[in-house]
């Protein structure tokens, strides 16, 4: 089986993409670059209000799943009312951040792979280039930051949109007070759990934005190489948001979380 063959040059090509994108935030912070206000507003438009019709539609089902799930065993068991902490601790952990954060992948990081990938099949990049313009903090990082901060607050939303299928099902199938449902999820649900799930969103939102400018960046400049950057972002970033959360898993069972 014949494998291709990948150059030292490709493989480093990820990393120092990264190291261009760290250096051009620390220039942000000193106040040596500026970005470009209206691209950032139109993008963290499209991140955010958008976005939230499909981010309460994905959570909302998943936290009527968990329930229901969890309500078929533990109605056994007497126990229906621990549902709530089944949803809460779920939701808030795990499923609120990374549900949010594959919806992410597949509607924005790709938009931001086959953008960035179209202008650099009509060398609109080269143009930015040949202008002194560096495409890294005008095009890269209004992106990455959109996502950097508005992610942690889908996330909150998400927690929300999850629980309110929780209390959905719970009220039902189980003819669980609203009220009980909800002081049982507020003493179960702890800051950790929380603190968690938000430092958790703000990861994958770096992750999503980089490696979607990543691939657009790097396409190649035909139609083909734009619908071939935006499948590569999709895999990329979901794979990555995977990884991540498992490292996440095992930070945080090593610290006690």
Not at 121 to 148: C, K
Request: charged residues 10%; hydrophobic residues 55%; contains cysteine.
């Amino acid at each position: 089986m014949h494998l291709p063959h990948l150059s030292l040059a490709s493989l480093l090509r990820p990393v120092t993409f990264l190291g261009q994108v760290l250096l051009a935030a620390v220039a942000l912070v000193r106040g040596r670059t500026r970005l470009s206000a209206r691209d950032l507003a139109r993008v963290s438009t499209d991140s955010s209000a958008r976005a939230l019709p499909i981010v309460t539609v994905v959570n909302l089902l998943v936290g009527s799943i968990l329930a229901f799930v969890g309500a078929v065993q533990l109605v056994k068991f007497g126990a229906g009312i621990y549902v709530a902490d089944l949803v809460g601790i779920a939701v808030a952990r795990e499923m609120a951040a990374v549900i949010t954060a594959v919806v992410m992948c597949g509607r924005t990081g790709a938009a931001f792979a086959a953008e960035l990938a179209t202008m650099q099949a009509n060398e609109e990049i080269d143009a930015y280039e040949v202008l002194g313009i560096d495409p890294v903090p005008y095009l890269v990082l209004p992106r990455v930051l959109s996502l950097l901060i508005l992610l942690p607050l889908l996330y909150i939303y998400g927690c929300l949109a999850g629980l309110l299928g929780g209390v959905m099902v719970g009220g039902g199938m189980l003819q669980l007070a609203p009220q009980a449902y909800l002081d049982r999820t507020a003493i179960v649900l702890g800051w950790n759990h929380l603190g968690l799930g938000l430092v958790k969103s703000v990861a994958f939102g770096a992750l999503i934005g980089i490696v979607g400018c990543y691939y657009g960046l790097h396409a190649k400049r035909n139609a083909a190489g734009v619908g071939q950057a935006t499948t590569q972002a999709v895999v990329a970033s979901i794979v990555g948001v995977i990884v991540v959360d498992s490292l996440f898993a095992i930070l945080a069972n090593a610290l006690g979380l």
